[in-house]
Nanobody, 119 residues
Framework: QVRIVESGGGLVQAGGSLRLSCAAS????????VNWYRQAPGKQRELVALITRVGGTTYVDSVRGRFTISRDNAKNTVYLQMNSLTPEDTAVYYC?????????????WGQGTHVTVSS
């Protein structure tokens, strides 16, 4: 059974930075595409960034240039460095990847980490 755990969220002032971590146990991120999603209150979950198995990255327009997704296969961890945060970035951030043992067609998800940006 794969378990994904996100961490690193918290309360930060506008303009500040946070680094989120996504760690997997029971399987490896190596060779997998990994996504970071977020869900703000009253809004649908949206894809924020993804990193391919070879390190290619894609970002939603609203975070491009401010967020950086990276992976450390040795640590089986994917990171989301978030800079120049704004109140609009306030959301629960989720990590997602598909494993052979994932029980859902959408893959495995963590419990999320809360990010609150104050103005």
């Amino acid at each position: 059974q794969v378990r994904i755990v996100e961490s690193g969220g918290g309360l930060v002032q506008a303009g500040g930075s946070l680094r989120l971590s996504c760690a997997a146990s029971g399987s490896t991120f190596s060779g997998k595409l990994v996504n970071w999603y977020r869900q703000a209150p009253g809004k649908q979950r949206e894809l924020v960034a993804l990193i391919t198995r070879v390190g290619g990255t894609t970002y939603v327009d609203s975070v491009r240039g401010r967020f950086t997704i990276s992976r450390d296969n040795a640590k089986n961890t994917v990171y989301l460095q978030m800079n120049s945060l704004t109140p609009e970035d306030t959301a629960v951030y989720y990590c997602n990847a598909k494993f052979s043992s994932s029980s859902s067609p959408s893959g495995s998800w963590g419990q999320g980490t809360h990010v609150t940006v104050s103005s």
